[in-house]
Structure formats: C-alpha cells, structure tokens
C-alpha cells in the first residue's frame, strides 16, 4: 500500500467534496475512511439526503444503483465496479416476469439486495431492517417475495395470516453457517447469546437469542449487559462491534467474508476520487420505475429491532 494513502484520500475527498460510505461487511481500513458506516437501510438514506454531489460507495452493485436511484443527479462510483451480490444475481427481470403472470394479483417484494431491473417489476424494497415495519403496512394477503428465501421466511413467521410466496435465492454467504459450527460455539461458550443476520438459514435462526440486521446486531450487542456474543454473520462486522464495545468478546462460529465486499481498497477509493473508475450509469426508464419501489420502502420503513 502506498505511504500515506489515507492521508491522500481524506484530502482529495474534501477537495472534490465527496461523501464516502461503507457498509458493515467492507474492510476495516474502509470503515476507518468513510464518512458513514451502516446497513443497507441507513446508507441508502443517507445517499438520498447527503449535500455532497459524489458518492463513493463502498459496497456491492444494488447499493451503487439504488444509491443512484434515489440521488440520480448524484455522481455514484463503486470503486470496485465488479463488486456483485451473488444473490440479487439469482433472481432476474425475465424469470420474474414469468412469475408474475403466475401469480398476478401478489403484492411484489424484492430485498434490497436485487438488480434495479428487478426493482423495476416490484412494489416495495425491502432491507433486512426495514422489512418486518414494511411488511405490517401492506393489506394485500398474497406477497411474491424475492430473491432470499431466508429472509423471506424469516418475515413470513410474522404474518400468519399472509400467504408467501418465495423465490429461491438465498446468500452463499450466510448459508456456509451451519447448526454443527453454532452449536459447537454454544458448547464452547454455553451461557453466551447467539446474535443472527436474517439471511442465515432457518435452523440457524432458531438456534439464536436474536436475528436482526447487522445494524440491528452491533445496536443489541451494546444495549445488552452481556459482555460476550457468539456472532453469525459477515466478519467485517467486528470492526464496529469492538469499536463500540471495546470491553466485549465476540465470537464467530464460522469465519464467512463475501469475496465481493472485500474487493473494495483504500487503492480503488483513491482512484475514484481520481475519476479514474466509471460512476454507475442506468437506463432512466427502468430507474425510474425502480425509484417507486425504493421510495415506498422509505415511505413504509421504519428501523424495527425485533427479538426472538
Ligand atoms: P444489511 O446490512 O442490511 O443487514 O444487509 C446485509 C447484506 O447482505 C448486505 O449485502
Ligand atoms: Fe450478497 Fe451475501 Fe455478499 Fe450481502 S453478504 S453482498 S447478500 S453475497
């Protein structure tokens, strides 16, 4: 790494007036730069409202487009341009659009975590925050929920009454956490509670004390007077768990890094201060159509913590 690269950037980012976010799961040198830290609730809120007219996102292409979306006289950049989300990928505009004729009188939820053009065919956006509130204001019975299977199922728990219908998309990810590397924790740490993302699968989830978002992880492992935590989710959530907690323990089951949020250096952060990396570019009808769906998970969301 070049000498005195965080200097250099901290420099040009005030010089260019830019605004630098990261999400919880990017490296520790990229939480230690940016300007905001959050799940993909807050940052895509903070896209909407920041004063500043470059966006460098640190983080994987929904966040860059939904950014974008809500900011389109903005200029995103993704300083790492291939950074995908395996999962948004497994659910595309066509297959949905199949689906649709199939079930054509569903309310249309996709995660965050999808393709804009997905978006495009949907009624809401939903964040594994935002989804449970979300979720409370619809009245429709019948909801089409893509592309996490996991989360789906997780928020299906809480609507009896609703009828789900799930896309098979899941996050190669969380699904590396088994039930043997969780219970092989509590073993080692028997009295220690288990704090869970919602894209884990549902025998993980049943195996946890809480499930929440990584926000929503990192809030109740510093309200909680616990002083240790058995943690499943990304590790790049460490880097503001002990920052807020410095005192407490923290112990992952399974060590799980998304190769994509990793791709993010303080070297391709610099250079998109440069203008040396493309900013995200989007077809203005299908932004367009996405922009509503993003705009109704605004409208309906509310930060919701909820307990097991
Ligand atoms: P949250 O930060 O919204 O919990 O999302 C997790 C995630 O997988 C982002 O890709
Ligand atoms: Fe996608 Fe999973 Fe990585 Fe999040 S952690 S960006 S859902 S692959």
């Known amino acids: 790494m070049r000498k005195n690269l965080f200097d250099d950037i901290l420099k040009l980012k005030k010089e260019k007036n830019a605004i630098i976010l990261a ?38 292409k929904f966040m860059g487009e939904s950014a974008k979306i809500l900011s389109p006289e903005k200029t995103v950049i993704l300083p790492s341009a291939s950074a995908g989300c395996p999962m948004a990928d497994m659910a595309t505009a066509s297959d949905l659009e199949e689906m649709i004729k199939e079930y054509p009188d569903a309310f249309k939820v ?7 053009e997905v978006k495009a065919l949907c009624d809401v956006s939903v964040t594994s925050s935002s989804a449970l509130a979300i979720l409370k204001n619809v009245p429709n019975k019948q909801i089409l929920f893509l592309p996490d299977r996991n989360l789906g199922s997780y928020i299906a728990e809480f609507f009896p009454d609703k009828e789900f219908i799930f896309w098979q998309g899941f996050c190669p990810t969380h699904e590396r956490i088994t039930t043997e590397d969780v219970l092989k924790a509590k073993e080692k740490h028997p009295t220690v509670k288990v704090l869970t993302h919602p ?26 007077e616990d002083d240790e935590f058995i943690i499943c989710t990304e590790e790049g959530i460490l880097y503001e768990l002990e920052k807020r907690n410095p005192n407490k323990k923290f112990y992952f089951p ?54 097991k």
Do not use: W
């Open 23 to 60: 999400h919880l799961y990017q490296p520790a040198e990229i939480q230690a730069i940016a300007d905001y830290i959050g799940d993909s609730y807050y940052l895509s809120k903070i896209a909407r409202d920041c004063e500043e007219e470059l966006i460098i996102f640190c983080g994987v």
């Open 254 to 307: 399974e060590k799980i890094l998304c190769p994509n949020m990793k791709k993010t250096s303080l070297e391709n952060v610099y250079d998109a201060l440069c203008g040396k990396i493309d900013e995200v570019i989007l077809d203005d009808e299908i932004s367009k159509k996405a922009l509503t769906s993003l705009e109704n998970m605004h409208k309906l969301g509310e930060m919701v913590l909820c307990e």
């Open 110 to 116: 996709c995660y965050i975590n999808s393709s804009y």
């Open 199 to 224: 894209e884990c699968n549902k025998e993980v989830r049943d195996l946890s004390d809480y499930i929440g978002s990584t926000s929503g992880i990192i809030d109740y492992a510093t309200k909680c």
